[in-house]
């Protein structure tokens, strides 16, 4: 069963869980492959939280762009923070029909989950690094595994 909505938005979460994703994601893939981003409202329960990061990268065929998604989980214990992505190579497409595959996971996550917030990166480091300044530099340090 579901919290309502109001018990939710409560939730903590571990808010060092995107910029730590991100900061992986970084590193596995590197900046100049990654076309955009999509970031989707992780759901929380307490100190626990699991979201998903989808990526478009570029490939060598132009018109198309290769499909990356990342789960994470992340949880805040007695022993410190724990961020776990997964990164999983879905296929490759042409960039026109990223927007109704989002739309797609918005409407398979059910009642409750908002829209990803998407952000172009086109391959730069100073775009993805301004994308990285959004968040407390405290959530930048100490990366997990």
């Known amino acids: 069963m579901r919290k309502p909505e109001s018990d939710r938005a409560s939730d903590p ?5 995107i910029p730590r994703t ?5 590193d596995e893939l590197g900046v100049e492959r990654i076309d955009r981003l999509w970031i989707f409202s992780p759901f929380r329960r307490g100190r626990r939280e ?15 762009r290769g499909v990356v ?3 994470y989980v992340a949880e805040h214990t007695g022993k410190g923070v724990t961020v776990e992505p997964i990164f999983m190579e879905e296929g490759e497409a042409p960039p026109d029909r990223f927007p109704g595959v989002m739309q797609g996971v918005v409407r398979r996550a059910g009642e409750g989950q908002e829209e990803p ?7 730069s480091p100073e775009r993805f690094e301004e994308l990285l300044e959004e968040y407390d530099l405290q959530f930048l340090q100490a990366t997990s595994p």
Do not use: D, H, K, N
């Open 50 to 64: 699991q979201g998903l990061v989808a990526v478009s990268t570029f490939v060598s065929a132009e018109e198309r």
């Open 69 to 71: 998604t990342v789960p």
């Open 117 to 123: 917030r998407e952000i172009e990166i086109g391959g």
């Open 22 to 26: 991100l900061i992986r994601l970084r």
């Open 13 to 17: 979460g571990v808010p060092e869980a």
